[in-house]
């Protein structure tokens, strides 16, 4: 832990002159120094080389070799892409594969975890879980005919969950643990190698989804044991909206586990054409359509700059600016009314800090809606009060987050928050 005392903003700019980083913020396109992007938790900001590699795939690849392109490298994509993914999150490189949405992969695997553990009726979760998680499992419960049913780990405190929590919820009936290793509302980040420890102890699969992990705090799933993962691509990995995303299958588990969507893509030999059906003897077959080839090869150029930069170096820098902030807020923001919703505690932290005011909806307008010259700040709001400061140490700076956070006190202390609407927009 850090221990910082000043507050002026001079101290940002040493902080900032001290990071071996900062070369990377070069690597991304910025063009309004007067605003300040604390959203890279739900969208990454784009990598300046991936326009030149999409010129590349639009205009070269299927511009000039039309359907040849898919035998010159295309095809492999999924797994090439894959392998870099692994080097981010403790995998081997043919246990991740690239492949359609996040909640399409949650859906793939957990139906898979579930039919190897027939005689377990238990699902457990938690209450901090991604509620697009929690429907998935709702919907899988109901597609195999309430045979199954699901159970949230409570929290005690509205920021963490407890060991001692999870360990009640797990015993004989189980046949899946599911969680997010990060979880999107506080940044609390579980003990992936405890937890996943406890579950096999109790014969269970365990299945994280890695979604806010990801590029964001070092990942060792093999050294875990873990099952199985899910994760994006467009949050810390930058790969751009709706990119695809990604899952792990333990390398022993490949051919045990049988997914439910059979495509052609995770046949054993697709342009066979066969008419019936042969799984792929490896990760492939959890693969189940034609891949969005733009779309995945927007996502490599990123993974190159985090693999540049390394995770341990990122996560030292992000845990260092995670706790100038919550500095920052205690001084200036919680003596407002503010509280922060993240866990103190470096080790049970992701990359981004949740601050709750019974205002937060209308702080956070505030922010993002700022007229010139006063400095614009992109952060998120989720329910029912969590602005949500996400740190990407590829492109913030200590400056970015110093200038923020009195933003902030500015917007509270002169109520120029009262201006907005409570009225919720489509996206918040």
Known sequence: MTNFIRT?????????????????????????????????????????????????????????RLIRVWNEGWIDTPTE??????????????????????????????????????????????????????YIMQGIIDLLGHRHRLELIPSADTVTIAPSAVAEAIDDDTALVTLSHVVFKSAFMYNMAAVTKQAHQSG???????????GAVPIDLNGAGADLAVGCTYKYLNGGPGSPAFLYVRKDLQTQLSQPMWGWFAAQNPFAFDLDYTPAADISRYRVGTPPMLSMKAVEPA?????????????????????????????????????????????????????????????????????????KVIPDFREPDNIRLGIAPLYNTFAEIHRAVDRLRVIVEEEIYQKYSVERLAVT
Request: aromatic share 8%; net charge negative.
């Open 8 to 64: 002026d903003i001079d101290f940002a700019y040493e902080l900032d002159a001290q990071d071996e980083l900062a070369s990377f913020r070069n690597e991304f396109v910025i063009d309004d120094p007067n605003l300040i992007y604390l959203d890279g938790n739900s969208l990454g900001r784009l990598p300046k080389r991936t326009a030149d590699f999409m010129r590349c795939a639009v205009e070269e690849e299927w511009g000039k």
């Open 204 to 214: 269970a699969l365990t299945l994280w989804d890695l979604s806010h992990s990801a």
């Open 303 to 375: 993974i190159d700059i985090l693999l540049e930069a390394g995770m341990d170096r990122l996560r030292a820098k992000s845990l260092r600016q995670t706790e100038y902030l919550i500095f920052l807020a205690d001084r200036w923001l919680v003596p407002l009314g503010f509280t922060i919703g993240t866990p103190r505690q470096a080790s049970l932290r992701g990359s981004h800090v949740s601050i709750r005011h019974p205002e937060g909806y209308r702080i956070n307008r505030a922010l993002i809606e700022a007229e010139p010259p006063d400095v």
């Open 81 to 134: 892409l894959g392998a870099k993914i692994a080097k981010l999150v403790g995998a081997q490189a043919d246990e991740i594969l690239v492949t359609e949405a996040t909640s399409i992969n949650l859906f793939k695997l957990a139906v898979a975890a579930l039919r190897a553990r027939p005689d377990r009726p238990k699902i457990v979760s938690d209450v901090f879980n991604f509620p697009s998680d929690l």
